[in-house]
Structure formats: C-alpha cells, structure tokens
C-alpha cells in the first residue's frame, strides 16, 4: 500500500543551499503566472512506471513546480536500463526505481508531497493511487495492457484526465484521453484481440502516421509476439516535454488541449510533426487496412527475431559466445570446442572436404585463424592473455589448443566490441573512395607480412568485377558444387544459423524464383544455365556489386613459393586477415570477400581436375592467368580477395548469424588423442 512521505527543510544541511520554492523555479516566471507557479505548486500528478519514460515524467514536472506525486513501480533498476531511463546509473543498479526517483526529485524540490507505491499498482489499490489526482501521466511498459485498460477506465470514471505519452523510435507519439470524451476501449480497440494483435492496435494507435518506420535498421530487434522492442533516450526525453506540455495545460486550464480523436507524432530524427484528427480510432476504414498489413508484417518480425542467447556463466562460455560470430565459408562453422578446465580449450577444426576448400583446406585454416583472433580479442574484454598452440591432425581434423591466461596487464580491445556486428554485406556500395587514413589504419592491422593492393579506378574495378563473373560462370555450371549450393543457400530463413540466406545474395526477386527452382534437381539447374541462366546472377551478384564500391582489394603474403605455407602460417595470418575485417568495421565499412576466384585460378594453375566439365577447366587456367596479371605475376600469394566501402543503407539486412554456443561444444570423452605435432 501506500506510505504519505513528506518532507521540509528550513534550514540548510551541510553542502547545501537553503531550499526556497520561489527561487528555485522563479525561471519559468514568464511562460507561467506567480499565481499559476503557486496553483502548480498544489497540484497531484499520478505517474505509473518510472522506467523509460516515467522516471523523466517525474523530475521534468518536479522541475515544473509540480508540487505533490503519486509514484508506483515495483522493479529495480538493471544495465539494460541505462540507454534510457533518468534513474538508472551505475550507482543505482539492483536499487528499487520507486525509491531512486523519489530521492531524486526530492533533491530538486525537497517539499515535494510523494505517495510512493513501491509494490506497484493492481486491481486493489488503483483507487488509493489515484486519490486526489489532477491528472494521471501513463508510463507503463508498453507490453502491459490489461492494467492500462483498467487504468483508463477509472481514471475516466474519477474525471482525470490521462496523457500517454510514448517513446517511438526517436520521437515521441502522444495521445489525451479527457473524461468526457473518447475511451481507451473506442480508440484502441483491443478486446477480443489475441495479445501480438492487442500490441500491434496500441502501437498503431499511438502512432498512425510510423514515422520511425523509415529509418528502423534492425528488424531483428523488434518483436512483438515476444515483449521485445528497442528504445532511445532521445525518444523518453522528447516524450518528458511533451507530456508536461499537455500537463501544465490541464494543470492549469488554459491553452487548448487536443484530445483523441486528435493524435499527435514528432519525430526528431526525420524533422517532422503530425497533428490530425482520426475519426473512430482503430475503427477508422483507414485505419483497419493499416492494422490488416501490420498483423501480418509483425508475424513476420516474430518469425525472423533473433531471439538473446542465454547469458552465459562461466568466463570460458562468455568468451566463445563472443568469438562464435567468427565468419567462415559458406557460414559452416567447421569448428567445435573441447573446454579442459576454466582456462583451456581445444579447438577441433574439420575441413569441409568439397571443392571450395582448395589448396589443402586453406579456406578452412584461414577461417580458424580468424577465430583465434576471435578467441583473443574476447578474451581481452575478461582481462585474459590468449595463447595458442597447433597439436596437429587426427583424422581429417586440425587441433589447436587454446590457453587464457588471467593477466591485469590485458586491456580491452577495442576491435571487441565489433565481433557480432562484422557482416558480410553483398549489396553494391557508395562511390566514394576510401581516405588515404583510412587505408593506412587497414594497411596497420594487417600487419607485417602482409601486404595490401588497392584496386581503385573504374577500370581495376571492372576488371575485378569481371574475374568475380568468371568465377561464378565456373561454379555454377559445374555439377560438384551443386549440392554445396543447394545445402548453404537458405531458401527459408532471412537468418540463417547454418548457411547463407537466399536474400543476402544480392539477387532479386526474378533470380530468386529461378534460383529456388532450379535447386530442385541439377538437370534443372544445368539446362537453365545452359539457356544463359547464369548472366543475371554474375551482373547482380558480380559485375553492378563489383563497379558500385570503393575498392577492391588483395592480400598477399611474401612467403617464398619454394617454401610450402605451414599450417600455423595459414593460421596466423588468418588472425590477421580478421583484424583487417574488424578494423573496417570500426571505421564504418563494409566488405565482401571473394574467395572463389582464388579458389578456381588455384585449380587453374595446377591442372587440376577439379570437374568433370571440361570448358570450366579452361576457364579456371583463363582466370588463373587473369588474377596473376591482377597480381603482377603474384596470384599464387593471393590469400584474401574482396571489394570494400561505405553501405548506401544503415539498415541491416539479411544475414547468416551463428550456431548457438551449445552446439559448438564437445565433451572431452569425444576428443582422441593427437597423433601430429605442428
């Protein structure tokens, strides 16, 4: 229930200047009367919730002169409440948010008359929180419904009025609802709904317009059917002043005060503002065609939602659900992982075995050097020193043992922090040419060894863009990649955990339909391009891609070729290669690798019978004379090819994501010992 706590202060404490009501909100004398400072000062407003908008409800009335409060919350404040709410900073994780807000807006006006509901506020007790009330600010979480609608309804039979102000993307979306005029129920229309339909009317209800719809750039992190959605500070702030904009008229009964059916959207980010009568609410003809697309489109965000991975215990586990986000080809994930102990693990790496994993699998150990960079980076956000060492073969699997060291010298590196945000992005890109920086911090995190060639003019860009076409003319007319084609590329999934979503290709709708046909069996496939079928691949996937980019780019080692690459060195420069990714990451680009034409001129240039397709045996020699041209004679060094630049979207698109962390572990009884050493 609830506890009256009141207090005054006449004279100063120590650190402390002595509080007088009349200085200290004396600046909003002008935009409001001294009578009306001192009617503000004799007013109750009701505030449930004070998470992301309600804790600024509370201090930005406070600030008003608002003189007494009714507060309810019952939770505490945790760091996923730092983005957003005024009460939540370090100092305040795990106190009650009721009682943090209450201090603070005490330590703007320590006057203050506060009825505090630290149990929050239910079906029994809504009365006592809404005595004496003049006007009650909504700030309940928005997934909570029930309550609200309750909420409403005795509020609208007690003559309060309600002001909802609500966060939406990077504005705020704001609604009156005045005792006399429409009700909750009439505007939102939420009985009889199925609770994901019940939060599609409120939003839409609260926002019709969607301004935020245009500039939301992660759909993944928007789920209704789940009570999962983002928020911004920007929006709780702009939804503070808002409120007690609407407050300070009822407050004080001048100024007209637009209440449903008008709505109200001020968008920060896009500059705009909306203010307009919706006739019927929900129940507008308008209205219903929104709410018809919008049950259909939140099914699909629900189904695409990528839902949080468990939090992780021991520092081990936090550190592979970290370095889990490595890329590898083709999104296999060829490793698993043998934990031995709280600081050890062995890493077990399988090649693929197929056509991809040319010279000797140096994609794969490529792959599992850029997890051990991976292992590295992680482990430095835990205060750990990573060491590794490669065991040698079992089988067809590499072994790679892997040691964190507890070290108070090991900072954080700042390249972490990147780790699940490195995408592969397969969309043509702006023109603008990276900065001479920009190319020598690259150029830095590759290291010594390694050596960077840019390929910049219209004509080296075309030119690469043409090699990348060839390379896709030789794999998709060979039947050896076929299954390999038809097993990675998700057909389903916009995210896929183990493959490549057919959406992330690059390809359109057309060339989708014909792809997905043609993975019905490889005579459709092979008669289809046959008939020309493989052009509108290589000019959306190669040839547009490859001319709309900054840059491409080869990464060569100096290794002399009578010195056959051990497999360590294929592995740190691996480490390598994932530090350059990382680093254009940080610096807001975007990459494609484009590894098959290294792949197939590696064929070319050792004769190699890698299908039984004759003509795409003369291409791989064609394409292998091509990139060492490329390469001044160098091909054969070649480790990492792509194309790289600014995305013209900031919207994240389809993505391969990861296994969970759990199908990537081993338990020692299934680890054999070693036979080979390094």
Known sequence: MASLEAAAHDEPRAGHTRFSYEHAFERNLGWVTEAEQQRLRRKRVAIAGLGGVGGSHLLTLARLGVGAFSIADFDRFELANLNRQAGATLSSMGLPKSDTLARMARDINPELDLRIFRDGIGPANLDAFLDDVDVYVDSLDFFVLDLRAELYARCRARGIPVICAAPIGMGAAYLVFLPGGMGFEQWFRLAGLTPERQRVNFLLGLAPRGFQRGYVVDLTRVDLARERGPSTAIACELCAGAASAEALKLLLGRGRVHAVPWYHHYDAYRGAFVRRRLIGGNANPLQRLKLAIAYRVSEQLSANAIAPAPEPTSTLDKIIERARWTPSGDNVQPWRFVMRGEDRLVVHVAPSGGVYDYADGRPTLLAAGFLLEALRLAG???????????????????????????????????????????????????????????????????????????????????????????????????????????????????????????????????????????????????????????????????????????????????????????????????????????????????????????????????????????????????????????????????????????????????????????????????????????
């Open 380 to 678: 430095s956000e835990h205060a750990r020193r990573v060491s590794w060492d490669y065991l040698g073969r079992v089988g067809d699997e590499h072994r790679i043992a892997v040691t964190f060291e507890r070290s108070a010298l090991v900072r954080p590196d700042p390249l972490a922090s990147f780790l699940t945000s490195r995408s592969v992005d397969r969309r043509p890109y702006r023109l603008t040419p990276l900065t001479d920086a920009e190319k020598a911090a690259l150029a830095a995190a590759l290291g010594s060894g390694l050596h960077i060639e840019w390929h910049e003019t219209t004509a080296a860009r075309w030119q690469v863009a043409r090699l990348n076409a060839l390379a896709t003319e030789i794999r998709l007319r060979i039947p050896e990649t076929f299954g390999i084609h038809r097993r990675i590329v998700d057909c389903a999934r916009d995210y896929s955990p183990t493959g490549i979503p057919m959406r992330a290709l690059g390809l359109d709708p057309l060339a989708r339909r014909l792809m997905r046909w043609g993975f019905g069996d490889w005579r459709r496939m092979d008669a289809m391009n046959r008939l020309g079928g493989t052009a509108l691949a290589r000019l959306e996937m190669d040839l547009l891609p490859g001319v709309f980019c900054a840059a491409h780019f080869t990464v060569s080692h100096h290794r002399p070729a009578a010195l056959p690459a051990s497999e360590v060195f294929v592995l740190q420069c691996g480490e390598r290669l994932h530090r350059f990714w990382l680093k254009a990451t940080e610096l807001g680009l975007v990459l494609q690798p484009s590894l098959a034409p290294l792949c197939f001129a590696d064929y070319g240039r050792k004769g190699a019978a890698f299908t039984v397709r004759g003509r795409a045996r003369a291409q791989s020699c064609r394409l292998a004379g091509a990139l060492d041209s490329l390469a001044g004679g160098a091909g054969e060094r070649i480790l990492f090819l792509g194309r790289i630049g600014r995305a013209r979207s900031a919207a994240a698109g389809p993505r391969s994501i990861r296994q969970d962390r759990d199908a990537l572990l081993r338990t020692p009884a299934a680890e054999a010992p070693s036979t080979a050493r390094a």
